[in-house]
C-alpha cells in the first residue's frame, strides 16, 4: 500500500530551492515516527537534498537517470513507475516523500495521506496536486501553532481515500 507523507502551505506550496520551506521541528518529529521502520519512496532530487542516508528507513529512489547509482545497500534505485510497482510488496505500506513530480505520480495509487498543512500561503517552486478533499475521510486530526509566538497554525491530519484502491 503506498501511503503520502507530505506538508503543505495552503496554497499546497511544498518547496523551494530544492529545500522544505520552513523546519518544524513538531512535523520532522511526527515525519521520523510514521517512517522509521518503513520504506521510504522519493524521487532524485529529494534524495540529494536529504542529509544523507536517513536512518531505520530503506530509500527508494526513483529517477529517469540511468545513470544515476547510490553504493548503499539501504538504498534502492529505480526508473520507472513499472519497475516500482513490480519492486513493492503487497503485504507492506511504504510512505511517498516527495517531491513534486513523484506525489503527481504516484497520488494516485495511495490509500492514506499524513498530511501536515501549515495555515499560511508561501512563495514556491514545488507544489503537492491539489486535493480533492470529497474522496477523502479526515480519520485523525490534532492541530497547534508551529510557534511559541502562535502567529502560524498547522493542522496534522490523517487522510484515507473514500474508495480503496488495488
Known sequence: MLTCIVAIGDNFAIGKNNDL?????KDLKRFKQITTGNTIIMGRKTFESLPGILPGRHHVVITQNKNFK?????????NSKE???????????????????IYKLLLPYCNKIHLTQVHKEYDAEVFFPTLDYSKWNIKEEETGFIDEAETTAFSFLTLKRTTVLK
Open 70 to 78: 547510490v553504493n548503499d545497500e539501504r538504498v534502492t534505485v529505480i
Open 21 to 25: 520551506l520552513w523546519h518544524f521541528s
Open 83 to 101: 519497475a516500482l510497482f513490480a519492486y513493492l510488496d503487497d503485504g507492506k505500506e511504504y510512505f511517498v516523500i516527495g517531491g513534486g513530480e
